[in-house]
């Protein structure tokens, strides 16, 4: 089972580029999600989407973008990068049939210098 | 302010001996927790949870125990075995949350080393 997949795994970028990390799942779930794991901080919540087509905001968006045109895909954005987005990013998702569990990725390691 | 805390950012066990992880919340109206495990350079993966209507759930080596007046929750392993040393995060939700965001407040994590 494919689960939650993230492209890419390691990516390095310079200040001001952007670029777009992928997140796809095979579960039909309606729910996905994007977090940020940093040294002592914890998952932090990015945006998330309860389905195709609704997207919002969650604890810390400043500096990302996202969309959901589908049910399977759920891009992050980051417009111009800067040094404090060197971080991990986490895809997740669910379904209402799970309750509040979500299921994560295997993660995206960023690295912005 | 922190409303999911584990306070221990480290623990080491013997294997074989049982492991505690602690958590403390400060929302009362948190009504579902849970317990990832993550290996470095993976995904958190999913563990254990407890509905606010229990006070222990159990599923193998692994139980966790909610003092809800407390405010409390516990994880406990046992036997601990080399494969349980991960980063273990404790997450709470408001399970009343729908259509919203999932909810779920996570711990800044216990890194858990299983001494042979």
């Known amino acids: 089972n494919a689960g939650v997949t993230q492209t890419p795994k390691f990516q390095v970028l310079k200040t001001g580029q952007s670029m777009t990390l992928q997140c796809a799942q095979d579960?039909?779930?309606?729910?996905m999600s994007w977090y940020r794991q940093d040294p002592g901080m914890g998952l932090r919540l990015i945006h998330y989407s309860v389905g195709a087509g609704i997207t919002d905001q969650g604890e810390v968006p400043n500096g990302y973008n996202v969309s959901r045109s589908t049910t399977e895909d759920f891009p992050l954005r980051l417009l111009s990068a800067a040094p404090s987005q060197t971080s991990v990013y986490f895809c997740a998702s669910k379904t209402t049939l799970s309750g509040n569990t979500i299921y994560f990725g295997e993660g995206s390691w960023l690295t912005v210098v | 302010d922190q409303q999911v805390k584990q306070n221990s950012p480290s623990l080491s066990v013997q294997e074989g001996r049982i492991s505690i992880l602690n958590c403390d919340y400060t929302?009362?109206?948190?009504?579902?927790f849970l317990w990832y495990k993550k290996y470095p350079a993976e995904g958190p993966t999913f563990l254990i949870s407890i509905s606010s209507i229990k006070d222990k759930n159990e599923d193998g080596r692994f139980t966790v125990f909610l003092n809800k007046s407390a405010k409390h929750l516990s994880l406990h392993i046992v036997p601990s075995q080399p494969g349980d040393s991960a980063v273990y995060f404790c997450?709470?939700?408001?399970?009343?949350?729908?259509?919203?965001?999932?909810?779920?407040?996570f711990g800044k994590g216990t890194h858990l080393i299983i001494q042979p």
């Open positions: 929302n009362s109206m948190f009504d579902y």
């Open positions: 997450a709470a939700s408001l399970m009343g949350s729908g259509g919203g965001a999932d909810g779920l407040t």
């Open positions: 579960m039909n779930h309606e729910y």
